[in-house]
């Protein structure tokens, strides 16, 4: 059985899970003729860092960081864009600074109603996603929608 998506969502982070995850969002719309949205969500506890005792966030930092991140998207929209065959109408990119988690499945996809949610498997070891979590463990079951996970 092929189901058919047309509202797309993958999640980028600049890791081998993700890039993979794009490969297979890109390949899916592609197949789908459907939009296709690219996220990038920064967490933001992940900016901040101790300096005194004092959690220290500097605004000029988090400026480049933005900069760079769009920087980032615009040229991953026109590489695929260029690469795979897909009109510039189905291609989206967006920046979004929050909790992962949250931003992806509580702000975004029921925002702009993707059927199909692909992330790339975690990369990090059982003892840190045990400590930390991971948005690859908690997304399917908590996801509104179809959730595809690449693996490697």
């Given amino acids: 059985m092929t189901l058919n998506y047309q509202r797309i969502l993958v999640a980028v982070n600049k890791s081998a899970g993700a890039d993979r995850a794009l490969e ?12 296709l949205d690219i996220l990038r969500v920064i967490d933001i506890n992940s900016l901040q860092y101790e300096a005194g005792g004092q959690t220290v966030i500097d605004g000029q930092d988090i400026y480049d960081i933005e900069q760079s991140n769009e920087e980032f998207l615009t040229e991953l929209r026109e590489k695929i864009l260029r690469n795979d065959g897909l009109d510039p109408e189905q291609v989206f990119v967006h920046l979004r600074f929050g909790n992962p988690r949250t931003v992806i499945l509580d702000d975004f996809q029921p925002e702009y109603h993707n059927d199909l949610l692909v992330i790339g498997g975690t990369e990090m070891s059982l003892f840190k996603r045990m400590l930390a979590g991971s948005v690859t463990s908690y997304v399917p079951r908590a996801a509104q929608c179809d959730v595809l996970i690449t693996k490697k």
């Fill in 24 to 35: 297979k969002a890109v390949a899916t719309a592609k197949r789908n003729h459907a939009r």
